[in-house]
């Protein structure tokens, strides 16, 4: 099982370099399904794996000038803020049995995995619904400071919570409400991932304790798949293989729901 998680991880690492976003989704499944690892400690994997490949990726789209710093900080303010806090703050003192239905049991853990089981429903349907229009190819559109911060603490929440970098809101948000080219978009989404995941992972540091003989190859692994996506999406025609992921991403979401609500329940 553990060979498939470090495939998983390069694929991750592919999807962030290819279309910017959306491969993190996977990440917690696979930590959790192919690795067994707890799901609040996964998240923790998690945005340690998810920031150093958007780090690597953000560094190829910086190095062909499509990464909008502006938009990155506005935006990064509110989002580190709020992962900080949830991360450093909220997580440590959330129970770990929440409440109880009948003779059914609410955990932390089990309601972290349905609350990425829907998350994950709903950044497929954003993959695989009709493309975004990317803006004119203009590299200094105004940014709206209010805006900016309320979307970011949005994706600073979803971050904090699950670990997931967010990139499926992202990029929408740049496209449409800050007017970015599609590349600036996509480098600049994958900056804001970066510093939203690495700054939430200083935060658990404190508090949890990390196999890093783990967690370091499947990082190595899935910062190598950035590369390579970055390349590839050269060459492909990005879109079409962000409507398949997107299907992918739909039925692994529904698996996590019926796994964890009927299955693990048998």
């Known amino acids: 099982m553990e060979i498939a998680g470090y495939v998983a991880a390069l694929l991750i690492g592919i999807s962030l370099g290819l279309i910017g976003g959306g491969g993190s989704i996977l990440t917690i499944p696979v930590l959790v399904y192919l690795f067994h690892i707890k799901p609040t400690l996964a998240t923790g994997y998690s945005l340690f794996i998810v920031g150093c490949s958007s780090l690597a990726g953000a560094y190829k789209y910086w190095r062909r000038g499509f990464i909008n710093f502006k938009a990155a900080f506005y935006f990064g303010i509110a989002s580190i803020l709020t992962v900080l806090l949830i991360r450093k703050l909220l997580m440590p003192v959330i129970p770990e049995d929440l409440f109880t ?9 089990l309601l972290t995995m349905l609350l990425f089981g829907v998350v994950m429903i709903f950044a497929s349907l954003n993959m695989i619904q009709k493309p975004v229009t990317p803006a004119a190819d203009n590299h200094d559109q105004p940014i709206r400071l209010t805006k900016a911060l309320l ?3 949005a994706v600073g929440t979803l971050t904090g919570l699950l670990g997931a970098g967010g990139g499926f809101l992202i990029i929408p948000v740049l496209v449409f409400s800050f007017h970015l080219p599609m590349k600036d978009a ?3 989404s994958l ?7 690495l700054s939430g992972f200083a935060g ?18 899935a910062v190598t798949g950035t ?4 390349r590839l999406g050269q060459d492909m025609a990005g ?5 398949w992921f997107g299907w992918f ?7 996590i729901i019926m796994h964890e609500v009927f299955f693990k329940q048998l």
């Open 249 to 255: 991403v739909l039925v692994m979401g529904i698996y």
């Open 227 to 230: 590369f390579i996506g970055r």
């Open 239 to 243: 879109e079409r293989l962000k409507k």
């Open 101 to 109: 239905i009948r003779n059914f049991v609410v955990t932390k853990s």
């Open 186 to 188: 996509i480098g600049t």
């Open 151 to 153: 979307r970011g603490v």
């Open 191 to 197: 900056l804001i991932i970066a510093m939203n995941s």
């Open 204 to 221: 658990d540091l404190f508090h949890q304790q990390f196999d890093w003989q783990r967690l370091l190859p499947l990082t190595a692994i």
